[in-house]
């Protein structure tokens, strides 16, 4: 698939579902946006990019913290819905900026911060826009990933790249922890520290929230029902479907 249709892909699937995402919980909570909250502590001046904002929950997070956040994403459909809830909140540092990962539409060192969750996944090129990310940052400047970790085994990692891709057709892939630390080290970016965190993610919501159709929302369970059970104790699959996923949590610093 080329770089414009797997836009196309990921344009489609989410300007379908903005609203969704700001009502959901899995992307409106997470012990993560405390981290993200902290690093900010005495940054009042600072500028700040939310890359892959979808929804928009950590622009209003850590927007009373900063002097501006631009919200940036490739849906319009997200960032309409980001405009709308900012000023519902009255968060009038936040603008928002539509566009790719890969091709960020800035100056060199204009911000202090890039923080991006649950949005890397998606991303055609992770590397590509690594590089793009230490570029917009200011030496010193700080960048922080939030994102769904792929354990690193063959077999529990071919589940979960089966599943999620059943579920939204726009996923491109969860990586590794080691593949992670490789493509921060090659983008020029340097890792300060990195944490683990466990996602539980109740089945019905998951697959509504992306409108997922019957076929594949059929094809995850029977998937689950025919894996073994080495699979289902690392995931803690449930009857209903649910299950838990871990989550990557990395600062780092060009």
């Known amino acids: 698939?080329?770089?414009?249709?797997?836009?196309?892909?990921?344009?489609?699937?989410?300007?379908?579902?903005?609203?969704?995402?700001?009502?959901?919980?899995?992307?409106?909570?997470?012990?993560?946006?405390?981290?993200?909250?902290?690093?900010?502590?005495?940054?009042?001046?600072?500028?700040?990019?939310?890359?892959?904002?979808?929804?928009?929950?950590?622009?209003?997070?850590?927007?009373?913290?900063?002097?501006?956040?631009?919200?940036?994403?490739?849906?319009?459909?997200?960032?309409d819905v980001v405009a709308a809830a900012a000023k519902d909140r009255g968060l009038d540092n936040i603008r928002t900026v539509h566009g790719a990962a890969e091709r960020l539409p800035f100056a060199d060192g204009e911000f202090d911060f890039v923080f991006s969750r649950y949005s890397a996944h998606h991303w055609s090129d992770l590397g590509v826009a690594l590089r793009e990310v230490r570029r917009v940052l200011k030496p010193g400047g700080v960048a922080a990933f939030v994102d769904v970790l792929s354990p690193g085994s063959p077999l529990l990692d071919t589940y979960l790249q089966t599943v999620e891709v059943l579920r939204d057709t726009s996923h491109v892939r969860d990586y590794s922890a080691a593949e992670w630390m490789q493509q921060l080290s090659e983008s020029g970016l340097h890792v300060r520290n990195s944490s683990r965190q466990?996602?539980?993610?109740?089945?019905?919501?998951w697959v509504e929230r992306m409108r997922t159709p019957e076929v594949l929302r059929a094809a995850i369970l029977e998937l689950q029902k025919a894996m073994g059970q080495e699979v289902r104790d690392y995931y803690e699959i449930q009857a209903d479907g649910t299950f838990s996923t871990d989550v990557l949590v990395v600062f780092a610093e060009r």
Do not use: I
């Open 1 to 79: 698939m080329t770089s414009t249709a797997h836009t196309q892909v990921v344009q489609k699937q989410f300007g379908e579902q903005a609203s969704a995402y700001l009502s959901s919980a899995v992307h409106a909570q997470g012990t993560e946006f405390a981290l993200l909250q902290a690093e900010l502590a005495g940054q009042g001046s600072a500028r700040l990019l939310d890359l892959g904002c979808g929804a928009g929950h950590v622009s209003f997070h850590v927007a009373p913290l900063v002097k501006e956040v631009v919200a940036y994403d490739l849906s319009q459909q997200m960032l």
């Open 198 to 205: 466990r996602l539980r993610l109740e089945y019905t919501s």
